[in-house]
């Protein structure tokens, strides 16, 4: 049986819903008009002019850097994460003395808040005082220039990340591994299959499913990245760190460019949303 | 290293060990596993470890010998600084905005929850809400802050904890309703039926019957989501301007950007700004895995 009154229905639905719709659909709206405006932020006024929003944005290679930034840093470091936590959860699958205090060790990043996160790593990259540079020294090994070297900076940015969010991979994944029954691994075990075999051939395809979800919120959220960037370098040196989010924030709050910044606001949108389309097809295509 | 190997393999083989496998072997592979074992707890546990080091030396101190973990002459300087620089009043900033927003979205989210669960929509209205929810969790935050900036400037909410409270509903309430779904759909409908039948109304169910039973739901949700407001940087940078407004995170990001020497603050700030959470991320650990297991459904 379930409820069919509509009044209560109504009751019970409208408060979220209308929230929501005032907070991302009223939004979403207005990103649409500005796009395809120009608008003078002083004035209040609005001026349709078709294109050229989008045309500037083309020509514009603090944009393409942004894009070719955002959509590098997602792949490579959403496909490391899940390397690294599928690795780790495959190390915590078993019983071992310990184990309750080791979990939420390798969770505590993940707690923390990003600015925090960035605070240390800050601190940790400093050419001079640095603990990296000082542990590199003490091996002998010459220091790095880690967020002023273009070339580099990017995957600084890429560590800490990697650092913070590489427990959530794991967590997910380990709450599939745990989640194979006892009956198959025994069988497999009992077929001669051991090792990398077993490993590849019967636990993999059972947890395919939690490594495309990992890979998929992970690299959702790697393609938003605004923090890390904002406190480790500022979009910088050059634009060799600058993404998406960073440049409509400049655009929108810094340069009051509200057609660029809503016309790059909503390319991105669009990305974000084609990205998670492809990944719910190819994750309900492996759960059937 | 060596005494953690003897007292650990007895543990270890009692649970792993084949039949077969050679006793050589098997003491080369637990080797193996506790040196990638010790890798992994030390790259993530070290920069904690260092952050609270840091928060506790002398300034002047980590300048000359950095490799140290532990304060050679441990100081309070830096949360006495702290404690005059207006720490608390952040705090409570923060605390007052995460405690709201999360409150907000757990309500408004546990009744639209129990109603997606329960109700029959007219032409599957369900089905396109839940798509919004999820579109709303993929979408980039900033992709909405230019106009959200100007619906609190139209509300007259800039600059203030009810405004912040307010859009923080952008990450706090799809999050609420996605993770209270499946704990409402546990609740066995049997017991609303008969209570229904003996002239229950839908205020008394959800009072005497559902909200009870997902207390556990409810409480692991309210800590996600209270961890995810407390931690939120960017709506708080774009819309708070008056520092004595600031939550926490935008407070240690003035320190990192302005005064990068001052580190001991810094970690000082770090340090107490996640000790709550730290605190309880030991607690929810066995609901992070129940959480996750729950978004693959």
């Known amino acids: ?288 | 290293m060596s005494a953690i190997k003897q007292t650990s393999v007895p543990v270890f083989s009692d649970s792993v060990a084949a039949p077969f496998s050679g006793v050589s072997r098997l003491s080369a592979r637990t080797l193996g596993f506790y040196l990638a074992l010790g890798a992994a707890l030390t790259f993530f546990a070290l920069p904690i470890v260092w952050m609270a080091g840091i928060a506790f030396t002398p300034s002047g101190e980590y300048v000359s010998d950095s490799l140290s973990l532990l304060p050679a002459h441990p100081t309070l300087a830096h949360f006495e600084a702290l404690w005059r620089d207006g720490f608390p009043g952040r705090l409570a900033n923060t605390l007052i905005v995460a405690v709201g927003a999360t409150l907000l979205a757990l309500s408004l989210g546990f009744l639209a929850s129990y109603a997606l669960v329960r109700f029959r929509f007219p032409r599957r209205l369900d089905h396109a809400f839940l798509l919004l929810v999820l579109v709303i969790k993929m979408m980039p935050p900033i992709v909405v802050a230019i106009p959200l900036f100007q619906l609190l400037k139209g509300l007259g909410l800039l600059d203030s904890k009810l405004g912040l409270i307010l859009v923080y509903q952008v990450y706090t309430l799809p999050f609420c309703i996605w993770m209270l779904l499946s704990f409402v759909r546990d609740v066995p409908l049997s017991l609303e039926q008969a209570a229904s039948l003996e002239g229950a109304g839908l205020l008394r169910r959800l009072w005497h019957i559902v909200l009870p039973l997902c207390g556990p739901g409810l409480a692991a949700t309210f800590i996600f989501t209270l961890i995810m407001a407390w931690n939120e940087f960017l709506f708080a940078l774009l819309y708070l301007s008056t520092p004595s407004h600031f939550t926490l995170p935008l407070y240690v990001s003035n320190f990192i950007t302005e005064n990068e020497t001052f580190w001991g603050q810094l970690m000082g700030i770090g340090l107490l700004s996640s000790l709550p959470m730290l605190l309880m991320a030991g607690y929810v650990q066995r609901y992070l895995l129940r959480g996750f297991a729950m978004q693959m459904k």
């Open chain 1, 1 to 288: 049986m379930l409820f069919r009154s509509r009044l209560q229905l109504l009751l019970l639905m409208s408060p979220a819903t209308l929230l929501l719709a005032m907070l991302t659909l009223y939004p979403i709206s207005q990103i649409l008009i500005n796009a395809f405006s120009y608008v003078d932020y002083v004035g209040a006024e609005r001026q349709f002019v078709g294109l050229d929003n989008f045309v500037e944005l083309s020509e514009d290679w603090f944009f393409a850097g942004a894009i070719k930034n955002s959509l590098s840093f997602s792949v490579l470091a959403s496909l490391l994460q899940v390397g690294l936590g599928l690795a780790l959860a495959v190390l915590f699958d078993r019983q071992f003395a310990g184990r309750r205090f080791a979990l939420p060790v390798i969770i505590y990043p993940m707690m923390l808040s990003t600015l925090v996160c960035s605070a240390i790593w800050r601190a940790w990259y400093h050419y001079d005082f640095g603990f990296l540079n000082n542990a590199l020294l003490s091996l002998g090994l010459e220091p790095v220039q880690w967020l002023f070297d273009p070339d580099m900076a990017l995957f600084s940015v890429m560590l800490v990340d990697i650092w913070q969010w590489t427990p959530m991979a794991f967590l997910i994944i380990l709450a599939g591994l745990q989640s194979i029954p006892a009956d198959i691994k025994d069988a497999a075990l009992t077929d001669g299959a051991r090792g990398w075999r077993r490993f590849r051939h019967i636990t993999l395809p059972l947890i395919m499913p939690q490594v495309l979800l990992a890979l998929l919120l992970r690299s959702i959220d790697t393609f938003k990245l605004f923090d890390k960037v904002y406190a480790l370098t500022g979009g910088g040196p050059g634009n060799s760190t600058e993404t998406l989010s960073l440049f409509i924030y400049k655009q929108g709050f810094k340069f009051f460019n509200l057609g660029l910044a809503s016309a790059a606001a909503l390319l991105m949108l669009t990305i974000a949303c084609a990205l998670s389309a492809v990944y719910a097809w190819r994750y309900v295509g492996a759960k059937s």
